[in-house]
């Protein structure tokens, strides 16, 4: 039993080594900034920030675990969809729908689950996810 367990640790081990050669997940770019949404105040743009910038914006933050297969692999997929969704800096080259913005965050699919606790700033407060909505309201109407 014990030479098995060895066998399965020295194959996981194997296995992470080799998975880290896949040539996916460390495109840890930001394209230039085109241009943002004229936020209705300050304090919207900085929930927005907080919130949302890291994958809907040309501004992320890669932290040292996206570095690491597979978690980079996930990382790299979620901005790549997420900019591709809606990007804060490119706000102008195609249309939005702004009308699911407000809804999102009250329904609660965004952040997605499994994003707050890795960056526990976008977890917003019930009172600041309604100052977002409020914001996003007053932003695009």
């Known amino acids: 039993m014990k030479k098995i367990i060895g066998y399965v640790v020295l194959g996981s081990i194997i296995l992470f080594g080799l998975i880290q050669l896949v040539p996916y997940g460390r495109n840890h770019t930001n394209p230039p900034i085109i241009a943002e949404p004229e936020w209705d105040s300050p304090a919207t743009r900085d929930l927005v920030v907080r919130a949302c910038y890291d994958c809907h914006s040309n501004e992320t933050v890669w932290p040292s675990y996206s570095n690491v297969a597979p978690i980079s692999w996930l990382v790299q997929n979620h901005t790549d969809e997420g900019r591709g969704k809606l ?55």
């Open 87 to 141: 990007n804060f800096s490119e706000w102008g080259t195609r249309r939005y729908e702004v009308d699911e913005l407000a809804e999102t965050v009250a329904n609660g699919s965004m952040p997605p689950f499994g994003y707050t606790p890795m960056h526990p700033t976008a977890d917003l407060t019930p009172a600041e996810k309604q100052q977002l909505i409020d914001g996003f309201n007053a932003t695009f109407r």
